[in-house]
Each structure stands twice: as structure tokens, then as C-alpha cells.
């Protein structure tokens, strides 16, 4: 199951606020941050951080680093300082999660023509 953008904006509202458990964001801190998403998503893809091709769809995976990373980048423009530690924190593990992938899960296959009985050796 992934997240949905709703849940992004939530959560890095909270993140940057320290809203309380079930309580809301208001609909202009909402707004806020969710017009800066697809830059911010777009930014993590371009610096080869972390790709996601839709704010709509953040993956389990990603997304408390997600989050972090970009409360982070918005905590200015919410009047908050950054903290430049936990942005890099969040990064790294968004680069690790990006390296490890999760490939298919299926063997792997030498090239019938690559195979040294067919050359001849």
C-alpha cells in the first residue's frame, strides 16, 4: 500500500509543526505544501536521491524520509528553522532505499550467445 499525497501534506505539516495526533492542518498550510510537492519530488529525482514519478503515490517504504526531507525544505517558508542533520539523515536513507531497489525476483539468465559452448571454447 502506498501513501497518498493527502497523507503527504498531512504529515509534513505535522512534521514541521508538531500537530498533534488527529488533529488537522490548516487548509492554507495545506495548500502550502502541496503546491511545493511536485517541486520537491522533482528536486529528490533530478539529485538522483530518490525518484517517485507521482506525489499521489509514495511508497512505504520512502515515505518517513519522505516526509522528513521535505519538511525540511519547507520549514522556512513556515517561519521554522531547518535542521540540516535531519535532512541529511533523510537523505541518505532515501539514496540507500534508491540503490537497493527491488528488482523482479526472478533468476537470472546468461545470453544463449554468450555461452562458451556455443563459441566453441
Known amino acids: 500500500m502506498a501513501y497518498s499525497q493527502d497523507d503527504l501534506i ?3 505539516v505535522a512534521e514541521v509543526y508538531g500537530l498533534a495526533s488527529g488533529q488537522s492542518p490548516e487548509t492554507e498550510d495545506a495548500a502550502r ?19 517517485i514519478p ?24 513556515f517561519l521554522q528553522p531547518r535542521n540540516p542533520a535531519a535532512q541529511d539523515i533523510a537523505e541518505s536513507k532515501l539514496r540507500t532505499l534508491q540503490r537497493i531497489g527491488r528488482g523482479t525476483g526472478q533468476m537470472l539468465r546468461v545470453d544463449g550467445a554468450l555461452s562458451s559452448r556455443r563459441r566453441g571454447c
Open 33 to 51: 505544501v502541496a503546491a511545493r510537492i511536485p517541486a520537491a519530488l522533482a528536486e529528490m529525482g533530478r539529485l538522483n536521491i530518490f525518484y
Open 54 to 77: 507521482d506525489g499521489a503515490s509514495v511508497p512505504d517504504e520512502a515515505f518517513n524520509s519522505v516526509v522528513t526531507y521535505i519538511a525540511q525544505i519547507l520549514a522556512p517558508s
Open 10 to 12: 498531512r504529515e509534513v
